[in-house]
């Protein structure tokens, strides 16, 4: 059985920090893309960050770009979401997933659809 367990979730002050973990396990992902989405109350879900199958590679929303780094360690089936410099807007349930698709070297998932296996989500609250 796969399983993507979120954690590190939490309520912060605007500008603080938060380092978002997700564990894998039921298969190895090491050579898989891996990516962290969020959904707000009434919004659709949407992207955040990817990484490449061995973290040479990662993409980012233009929303937090420069503030967020994804990070993967595939010696423990893992990826993280170092999130600094929080506002308001960050505000959302974060989820983390896994994307089958081979690629290439530098392929990463940038859509809903693009990913098969889903985490159940952390929440992450920022107050102003």
Not at 8 to 31: D, K
Not at 74 to 93: C, G
Request: proline share 2%.
């Amino acid at each position: 059985q796969v399983q993507l367990v979120e954690s590190g979730g939490g309520l912060v002050q605007t500008g603080g920090s938060l380092r978002l973990s997700c564990a894998a396990s039921g298969r190895p992902f090491s050579s898989h893309c891996l990516g962290w989405f969020r959904q707000a109350p009434g919004k659709e879900r949407e992207f955040v960050a990817a990484i490449n199958w061995n973290g040479g590679y990662t993409y980012y929303a233009d929303s937090v770009k420069g503030r967020f780094t994804i990070s993967r360690d595939n010696a423990k089936n893992s990826v993280y979401l170092e999130m600094n410099s929080l506002q308001p807007e960050d505000t959302a349930v974060y989820y983390c997933a896994a994307d089958l698709s081979y690629g290439g070297n530098y392929y990463v998932g940038k859509r809903v659809d693009d990913y098969e296996y889903w985490g159940q989500g952390t929440q992450v609250t920022v107050s102003s």
